[in-house]
């Protein structure tokens, strides 16, 4: 899986919207999360990931961050 998210944030920068004012330029900002010891359900891994992702977030996004 990091494989995955580490190819689509390395091409990011490839999408641009150019519209007649000015090109808009996206970041990206992935979570992850692996089933460790007290997940028990696919809602507590999703809890999980949707943590990491916040956390990157709020840590300056464009980056990937894993729980």
Request: net charge neutral; charged share 30%.
């Amino acid at each position: 899986a990091m494989s995955v998210v580490n190819r689509i944030f390395d091409q990011r920068h490839l999408l641009v919207v150019r519209t007649a004012d000015q090109d808009i330029h996206f970041s990206y900002t992935a979570g992850m999360a692996e089933c460790r010891l007290g997940c028990q359900t696919l809602d507590d891994l999703f809890r999980s990931a949707d943590r990491a992702l916040y956390r990157g977030k709020e840590n300056g996004r464009n980056r990937v961050e894993v729980e």
